[in-house]
Every structure is written in C-alpha cells, then in structure tokens.
C-alpha cells in the first residue's frame, strides 16, 4: 500500500485518472498567489505539488522556478486533486492545467525543479 500511495503522489503524471480518483478533495480555480515553484494557491487553498522539489526562493535556482510557475500558471483555472497529507499549512497534491499538462511534470521537463522523494 504504500509503494502504490508514493506512486500516486510522486509521479502523478504517469497515472492517468488515478490521482483524480483517489483524491480526498478536488479543487478548482484560479491561481491566486505563487509562493514559489513548488507551493501554488488555488481558489483559496495552498497546494504543495507532492512531486516537484525546486529551490528556494531567493536562490538563483529557486526565483528562476518561482518566475516559471508564475508563467505557466498565470490567469488560469487549475484542477487540483488533493490526497489528504499536509505540509505545514499546505495541502499535497497535483494540479493540471486546462489542457490536461501536469504542472509539475512540466516543471521538471524543463529543468527547473527536480522529483520530490
């Protein structure tokens, strides 16, 4: 069981529907505030992408990321599926964006942040 829940949250990317399915929570909405390239906040909720793991901000590295996820995320509504762990104040999950792309696979396709293990 717990092989199956760290496949779910560390590459959601590859598990189709099934982070969507096995979420606690789902939410919706636009991005309201980038904490930095691995904690977003959507519709009121601080989401913690259980995958990505990106510098800090005030690195080079980490304001880098944060400026990424500004961009690819900006303006849009995202779908978050939350599997009932915190973070400190954050819930963990996986966000897409509109067209279906995974927000932090994209991230690390990029090279902008690595997998979170």
């Known amino acids: 069981m717990l092989f199956g829940f760290m496949a779910v949250e560390r590459f959601p990317e590859h598990l189709g529907a099934l982070p969507e399915l096995t979420a606690i ?8 505030h980038i904490r930095d390239g691995d904690t977003i906040e959507v519709a009121g909720t601080p989401v913690r992408f259980g995958s990505l793991d990106c510098a800090e901000r005030g690195t080079v590295r980490g304001d880098a990321a944060t400026r990424r ?17 915190t973070s400190y104040d954050r819930s963990i999950g996986r966000c897409t964006l509109p067209d279906g792309r995974d927000v932090a696979a994209q991230m690390i396709r990029e090279g902008l942040c690595g997998r979170y293990w």
């Open 25 to 32: 929570r789902v939410v919706e909405g636009p991005v309201r």
């Open 69 to 85: 996820m500004r961009e690819l995320v900006a303006e849009q509504p995202l779908t978050c599926a939350l599997n009932g762990r």
